[in-house]
């Protein structure tokens, strides 16, 4: 489904990412992992098409998303993101951030996935209040709903847990892959948690000095 070949990013004439090589499955969920500073979230970037690259490509079933001299926007991707700082727009209530990408829908179907998707995150409580009258923990599940809302193919998470304690964050990890998995996203995650990659993965990728390694044996 997501298919990364030879994909280099080069930054001060210094590879961020190195030769990276991935194929992710549809419906699979891959568990990133790697030091602060080791690339994650650069290969989300590249992944999304924030970040255009110098060798390599990156490609959806049989569309190429991106090659050097080359990167398709954002928008066009139908790729879901949620960031490590949530990018939640200010302006608009819990609810409205929700059903931004839901335009196409009628209100009755866009309340209904809103509902579904906030009782999983448990902040239906939240939905007309605006992000700054939440907390990190709640803004960041504010964003998890909303990169769920349509359904997108492909779904990057980087940190998605990280402003929660270990209770919450094993309990909604959990329920998070049963959705992921109901929903028929594919999904990479960046996590630092090697507790939070097994309950939520299928497998487990290290990136390190730029190359990804891949683990033996497939998370719980």
């Known amino acids: 489904m997501l298919k990364l070949q030879d994909v280099t990013v080069v930054r001060d004439q210094l590879p961020v990412l190195n030769a990276c090589n991935l194929h992710l499955a549809a419906n699979e969920i891959l568990g990133l992992t790697g030091k602060s500073g080791s690339g994650k979230t650069t290969l989300l970037r590249t992944i999304a098409g924030f970040q255009s690259l110098n060798q390599g490509s990156v490609s959806v079933g049989q569309k ?16 879901g ?28 179907q866009q309340r209904a996935r809103t509902l579904e998707l906030t009782n999983m995150m448990e902040i239906t409580e939240l939905l007309q209040r605006y992000p700054h009258e939440l907390s990190g923990g709640q803004q960041q599940r504010v ?13 990057l998470f980087d940190e998605p847990f990280s402003s929660l304690d270990h209770a919450l964050t094993m309990r909604l990890a959990q329920m998070l892959r049963r959705w992921l998995k109901q929903e028929n996203m594919t999904t990479l995650v960046v996590t630092h948690s090697a507790a939070e ?20 044996r497939k998370a719980a």
């Open 64 to 79: 190429c998303l991106s090659r050097p001299g080359f990167c398709m926007a954002p928008e066009r991707r139908s790729i």
């Open 81 to 108: 993101m949620v960031f490590q700082d949530y990018a939640l727009f200010p302006h608009l209530t819990i609810e409205e951030n929700i059903v931004f990408g839901l335009k196409g829908q009628s209100p009755r």
């Open 143 to 155: 964003a998890i709903a909303r990169a769920m809302a349509p359904k997108p193919s492909l779904i």
């Open 197 to 216: 990659a097994e309950t939520l993965c299928d497998r487990i990728a290290h990136l390190n000095s730029g190359t990804l390694q891949f683990s033996e």
